[in-house]
């Protein structure tokens, strides 16, 4: 049974790249909410054991696991090991993501070929292999990006693609999932202050003024939109491109 103080109470969570950024304020935020979390990590086994230690602290349950998002055996090991140490699969996080860029005519190869083992074929591995344990009720979640509905600047045309891939494939999935009970949506922030674009960085100069709220969004912003489509309450909603951006995209 569930309340509204635990909604997510007695659901397990798979939420990838969950050691830093959006993807721990998620990983913490489901916590609280009562799920037990497993997060994965690529080169950040620290920051990993931090996440875990303050979902421990409050209460919760949270493991770390290793796993390269590039990596399809790797993504399929961490979701069994999830269902190892819970039992079950009831919520993916697709968070883990690389942000490579430059003039398209500069991009070698060997970084299109990574983005697209992290920011497409991760998300379609993570998510095959959870849908195969999932049952009704369960939840799929992208992170995406406002750069797929506005493109600020130049040189991120392979991340917009990569993202835009995503977008497609939720779309399509909701009829496949649908009739099983399951729903997918995609939150695509916009400008949020992150590691890979810090609030006073080099693209906040560029962005910042096109903020409507005159401020870049935090990684706990982002992570309750995740909650809220995590949990009971969502249950009518699938197929949709949430943008949390600020009103940046409007």
Same mark, same amino acid.
């Given at each position: ?18 050691? $830093? ?14 799920? =037990? ?13 931090? /996440? ?25 090991? =961490? ?37 697209? =083992? /992290? ?24 992170? *995406? ?6 493109? =600020? ?14 977008? *497609?494939?939720? $779309? ?7 009739? $099983? ?26 962005? *910042? ?15 309750? /939109?995740?909650?809220?489509?995590? *949990? ?19």
């Amino acid at each position: 049974m569930t309340s509204n103080k635990f909604p997510l109470q007695g659901k397990m969570a798979l939420v990838t790249g969950g050691s $830093r950024s959006i993807g721990a304020a998620i990983a913490k935020r489901l916590a609280a909410d009562g799920a =037990a979390v497993a997060l994965t990590y690529s080169a950040s086994p620290d920051k990993a054991a931090q /996440v875990v230690r303050e979902i421990e602290a409050g209460g919760g349950q949270a493991i770390a696991v290793q796993a390269d998002a590039g990596d399809p055996q790797a993504v399929r090991a =961490a979701v069994a090991a999830a269902i190892e140490a819970f039992g079950a699969i009831d919520i993916l996080v697709n968070n883990a993501g690389l942000a490579l860029g430059g003039p398209i005519d500069d991009i070698s190869f060997e970084d299109y070929q990574r983005m697209i =083992a /992290v920011n497409v074929t991760g998300v379609f591995v993570a998510t095959q292999e959870a849908v195969r344990r999932m049952g009704k009720g369960g939840r799929i979640i992208h992170i *995406g990006s406002s750069m797929t509905r506005y493109a =600020a600047f130049p040189g991120a045309s392979l991340y917009t693609l990569t993202k835009g891939a995503v977008t *497609g494939f939720n $779309r399509s999935l909701v009829r496949d999932l649908g009739p $099983r009970g399951i729903t997918v949506n995609t939150i695509h922030p916009g400008p949020t202050d992150t590691d890979m674009n810090p609030d006073g960085g080099p693209v906040s100069k560029i962005v *910042g003024p096109g903020m409507a709220i005159g401020r870049y969004g935090q990684p706990q912003e982002i992570a309750a /939109v995740a909650a809220f489509l995590a *949990g009971p309450e969502a249950a009518f909603v699938t197929g949709a491109d949430i943008v949390a951006d600020g009103g940046f995209t409007a």
